[in-house]
Structure formats: C-alpha cells, structure tokens
C-alpha cells in the first residue's frame, strides 16, 4: 500500500517537478522552506490540482495517469484532507461537520468509529457548537476528526499547526501522536517546522524549489543535511531512551549511544523513546572535562570537520559522539587556541537540550 | 495709484457691459425662440414646416414629440412649452379650460386621415373586404383610450359590424407609432394606422392600403393651442399663424392631412 | 365590458404569475450560467458577462423593438419558431416570458455570480475531499452557504418582472389576460388622464416594491446595489 507519485505542475514563476515514494505505514513528513511546493504536492495527491500531469498511485490503485487521460476526482481518492485553516463548513455545527464525510461512507466501508474519534481528539463538548465560535485549536481537532471519520486510505495534513500559536500548538501535538499511534491509517504530513516533523515523522521527504532533495529516516536525513546551515537555528536531532528519574533535583536522565544527558524531569515510562534536538551554538567545546562547570552535560566526542558559517568569525564543527552526529558552533579563536584539527578527542559540553 | 487702479476697473466693467448688451441685440435681432410639443404622428410634417417657418421669419423652434396625454400631464406640471400640436381636441380644450393655456387660440391645424394598411401588396383591397374575410391573426390598433386614431379605428369596426368577430385578434399599440411598428415588422399582417404614416409625396409609399371614408368615423381633428408658458412669445404666435398658410398646408397635404 | 376594478384584478395576477414564472426558469437558467462566470478562465467570459449585462444599459424600448424584430415572421427568432410550429411569439404570453428572461437575466446572474465568486473554493474543496461529488456540493455547500445571494437574486428577479414596462409595451399589444400587465395598465391610466385609477395602482406597486426591499435589506446587504 505504498505511495507512489510522479508530479509536474507548472505555475507563473512556479514549477514543481518531483517523484516522491513514501512507505505504507506511519507518518511521512514532506519538510522544505516555504515555496518548496509542499502543499502543492499535497493538493495534487488529493486530486485539488486538475491541471497537474503524471501519475499517483496508492497500493495498487491508481489516482492519475495523465498518459492515459486518467484522473480519479478528489470525492472518489478516499482520502483524508486537513487544510492549514481547518476550512470547517461554517453552516454546520460541530457535529454536522464531523457527519459529512462520514455519512457518505457507506457503512460496511466504514474503518473508524464515531466514539472513538470524538474520544481520540476530545470535540464530544464541542459537539452542538458552530465553528464560528470555537478556538483555533479547537477548529483544528474537528478539522482532523472529520477528516479521519471519513474512514480515508491516507490521511493529507497541511501544515495543520501553522495557523496556531504556540499553546495551541502544544495542545494538538499530542492528538498528532495519538493519531500515528492508534489509528493505522497512512499519513502524510506538510511542515515548515522542523520540531514537529522530528517529532510526528517515520520518514521524512526534503522539499526545496519545487523538488525533492532527499529522503529517508528522519535523524540521518537530517545529520546529512544539516538542515538550517548558516541559521540560528543549526542543530542535530538524536533519539534517546529514558533511562532514569531523579526526584531530588527533578531530572530525567537519556540514555543513548554516545553517552547519557540530564533534561528537566518527564512524566514518561522509563523506556520510553524520545527525541531530542541539540543546537550547535548551545555545544561548546573543550579539551578536559571539566567538573567546575555549571553545565551538566559533557559528552565525549571526536572532531570530524569544520566548516564555515554563516559569520567569518565563526566555525560549525562536525562531531562524532561514538556513532551519533553532533553540531558545535564555536569562534575561529577558539580553533586555533585549542588547536583543533580532525581527529582530535574532546569534550563537548552541551548547554541545552529541548525535548521534542 | 489707487484712484488709477479704481478707474482701471471701471474701465473694465463698462466694456464688459457693452459687450453683453450688443451681444444680446444680435441675440434678440435674429428672432424668437419657440418651444413646441407635437403629437407624434404629427412629428414628420412638422419638421419639414419647421425648417420652412424657420428660413422665413428667422425665429428659432425646438420641436419635442411624443404623445399628447403624456404632454398634458407636464403641462399641467409646469413644463416650459410654449405652442401644444395635439393629435386631439379634448386635450387643448381641457388645458384651456383648467388655464394653462390661452383659450382663445385654439383651432384644428389638421385632419388626421385613418388607412387599413399592410406591408405586403396584396393583402388589403381597395375596400377593405379583408376585414370581411379575416384571413389573418392580428390586426394592430392605436389604443383607443389614449390615441384617437385608435378610436376612429374602433369606431370604423363598428359601424362596419365586423368589432365583435375581430376582439379577440386585435393588438394595441400603445399610440400610433407604435401600432405601424407591429404591422411594419410583420407581427400583425396588417391594421389601422395614420394615413400620414405611409403616405409619402401624396402616394401610398409601399404595400397596400384602404383609405377609410370618413363617414365610418368621427373625423380625427388635430388642435394646436397657445399655451400659458408662451403668451408674450411673439414666435410662438408667428408660428400658430403660419400653420394656417398654404405653404404649410400643401405640406401636410403630402403626408395625408386635410384641414 | 369587464368593470374597471376587474381589469385591474386581472392585470395584477397576470404580472404575478409572469413574474413568478420568470423567476422560477431565471433561477434554473441564471445559476449555472452565473457559476461558470464566476469560475471560467475562458475567453468567452467577457463576451458572456457583456450579453447578459446589456439590460442593464439598453433602454428597454430599445431591447423590445429588437425583440420585435427577431420574433417577427422576418426575424430569425421568429422563423424559428415558425418553422418548430410554434408560431409566432410577439403578443402572447410566452412571447412575453421569453422576453421578460432576457430583460431580467442581469438582477438574477449577478447577484448569484458575485455569492458565488466569494464563496471562493475552500469549501468545495473540503468537501471534495469528504467524498462529495459536484451535484452533491452544489446542494450541501453552495446553496446554503450563498443564501443570501438567492434570495438577492430572486427578489430583484421578481420586482425587476413587475416593474418592466419598456419590453412589454414593445412587443406585447396589450392584450388583457395576455400581455396586459401592471406597469402598462398604470401607463394607460396616465395616458388617458385617469389619475385616480393610476393613483391606486401605482400605490400598490410602490407600496409592495418598498416592502419587498426593506424585507430584503432588513436581512442582509444585497449582493447588488
């Protein structure tokens, strides 16, 4: 049941020529800057873009054949779609919303259930409400819960976060994630923020001009990318698993390959996997560990390369933590005072670690 | 210097005013001018009067046509006409009587002639035994409320028996422009409309006709008034006068008029 | 003869139930025109968008008397409708409906063009994407969400009908019962100086236009006007 899609499309000043493949199960994050042409790939699998050429197919089914003048219309893709607005009918209260799709579903068809939906994303309050009236956040739960109610084969979200503010944001993440993880319905996912590609995506797609650059598992696409070179935001995403709790000063410990960081305490199972995102300019470098530091974290690395950035007085180094890819941003100064060079052993001394 | 610039105004004035005043001598020197309303199917002759009236008493005339009841209510609301050609007695009898007009001017400056006319050229004989025949869907009238054609028409029906048989084919132009227009375009293959209409240089221009006698009907006199707008009009009594003259009426003879 | 009361009871249920058939075929007729013109790219819109405004600049004495014309025995109409058996349409009510349609188009397609240019396309999108084909959004999506512009459209539509005069006085011939409508009954009333039956007349139809509109404004802005 995997996705294949071969698209060209082109637009005044536009044109979006990609081949795309994502697996059968899980999230599949489609991630560039903006006017990479993510939602418009998005628009064409949902079959929103008539005037696209090339071919899509789902498992065995085929949406698009433009060789053969084929074109299966949006209402007959059975597709889930969540737009960047939510793009609730305003004529239709809740409930009538969340109806629609599933009333045209015919009942032997039908995959997901009411009572489990309404539960999954919390709208049983909001049920007798006009969309008029409801949060931003709100909107956008009911947007996905009439999306998934439609029992769809794939389920298209369209940067379904990036109309929200930040509280809002953290209050549908979690829906996100329940949605991957109970529900085994195939997603695709559009984002220009990189936190939650790295904490919704199974496989990720790098969009950049209107094509694909890469593809792959979201912590080694990413180490190779190096994605927001030059940007404040430079950093390196790594997964890690928690290893223990320490109520006294109320830490989590993480526990991965190259060694184990402390982050503030976490209501999770011990066990469980998380991902974590280190920024370069928050590692610093140094060549005895130190234990007169207020920082926490210290983790053995081996320098690999250094490369400019986007300051003259600047150096991005590349690190090795015993497997796992690590980011360090540091002056030129400092390079020659400590004399680095690849190869050499040293400290890295992590000042921050955000929790995904 | 100020006493300069005081006279200098006068000056300046003083031209100015002369200027008008010579201006409005020419103004005045060549003629009146003369508002009149003229009943539509009147409009044609008239104009070719107009221009005559005009090269011979130098008066200016700014003709408006349309129909008479519409011209009574703007009368009677203030419009500025100083001459009414009706295609009716009542109206310039009923002006006169309710003072918008000057009672004593008024006279039939015209005899309206009625004519079963079609467009094709054998479809009315010379007697009018196609009504007789009635070998047609429509016949188109003025509307006999507001056009005394329309009523001559009716009345020449009438009198000749046949009004109760036709009722139901009859069409009505709202005035006898528009009756023409219906027979003219070949919607109603023929019907009663104003001799004037289709008379061009003392002939029947095309198709064929019946001249109605007038003993059928009640005859159709055309009044002319002055009305109250134009009683110190000078040109507007001129113009009265003139449509009394032979040059005048051998005009409206040619459209069909009698007097 | 009728008495003058009935012939003015006559003429206002002709112009009632002309209107309202008039009303009833714009709708069916003026809704997809107004939904390509709101949607095509085609080159054809603006030439479209002309022929279906022209009422609104054309006298209608203008547009009558080449109605006359087409629906003449020489005019193409007119052949046409000969040559399908109809016979000819000038001076019977259906000539008059078809006439009226022409005349109305505009108040029934603009307004309906203009709700449907700003619905915009999300909502259809939405609700392409939950399984509804084209018939199945027009009904569930369109129509309730332009309400307003419907109800735009059918109001003007209608008192647009009761009020024409022009195109009716051109080809109609009054005939009572047929083709003698309200607006031409006030004008004969005027023409023959009875003012007091036009007085009445005319009252009515300006009282029921004032209370149509105000209705109308009173729920919404028009899309027109």
Known sequence: MSLRARLDLARPGFRLAVELEAPQRGVCALHGPSGAGKSTVLRCLAGLEPAARGRIDLGDRCWQDSARHHFLPAHRREIGYVFQDANLFPHLPVRGNLEYGMARVPIPHRRVFWDQVVELFGVGPLLARMPAGLSGGERQRVAMARAVLSSPRLLLMDEPLAALDTRSKAEILPYLERLGKELTIPMVYVSHALDEVLRLADHLILMEGGRTLDAGVPGTLLARHDPGAGDEDAGMVLEARIGAHDDTYHLSRLDFSGGTLWVARRESVMGQLVRVRILARDVSLVLTPHTDSSILNRLQAVVVEASPAHHPAQLRVRLDVDGTPLLASITRRSWDHLDLAPGRRVWAQVKSVAVL | ?259 | MMSLGTEDGVAILLTLKLAGLVTVLLLIVGTPLAWWLAHTRSAWKGPVGAVVALPLVLPPTVLGFYMLLAMGPAGPVGRMTQALGFGLLPFTFTGLVIASLLYSLPFVVQPLQAAFASLGNAPLEAAATLRAGPVDRFFTVVLPLTRPGFLTATVLGFTHTVGEFGVVLMMGGNIPGQTRVISVQIYDHVEAMEYARAHGLAAAMVIFSFLVLALLYRRQRPALL
């Open chain 2, 1 to 259: 210097m100020e006493r300069d610039g005081y006279t200098g105004h006068r000056a300046f004035w003083f031209r100015f005013a002369m200027t008008l005043a010579v201006f409005l001598t020419v103004l005045v020197a060549h003629g009146d001018e003369v508002n009149v309303a003229v009943a539509a199917n009147f409009a044609a002759p008239m104009k070719r009067i107009v221009a005559d009236f005009e090269r011979d008493t130098g008066h200016k005339v700014q003709l408006s046509s349309g129909a008479t009841g519409k011209f009574y209510a703007q009368i009677r609301n203030g419009a500025p006409f100083d001459v009414l050609l009706a295609a009716d007695e009542e109206t310039p009898a009923h002006l006169a009587q309710e003072g918008a007009a000057i009672t004593g001017s008024r006279f039939t400056y015209a005899i309206g002639r009625l004519v079963l006319w079609s467009p094709r050229s054998d479809f009315v004989d010379v007697d009018g035994k196609v009504l007789q025949r009635g070998n047609f869907d429509h016949i188109a009238i003025a509307n006999p409320r507001l056009a005394p054609y329309g009523m001559a028409a009716v009345e020449v029906l009438r009198s000749l028996g046949y009004y109760d048989a036709l009722v139901p084919r009859i069409v009505e132009g709202e005035n006898i422009a528009q009756a023409y227009q219906f027979v003219a375009s070949g919607n109603a293959p023929l019907g009663f409309v104003a001799l004037s209409q289709v008379m061009k240089d003392g002939r029947i221009r095309e198709g064929s006709a019946w001249i109605v006698p007038e003993t059928l009907h009640r005859p159709i006199r055309q009044d002319a008034i002055l009305l109250g707008h134009g009683i110190n009009n000078v040109a507007a009594r001129t113009l009265l006068a003139y449509l009394r003259d032979n040059k005048a009426r051998s005009v409206m003879q040619s459209f069909g008029y009698a007097w």
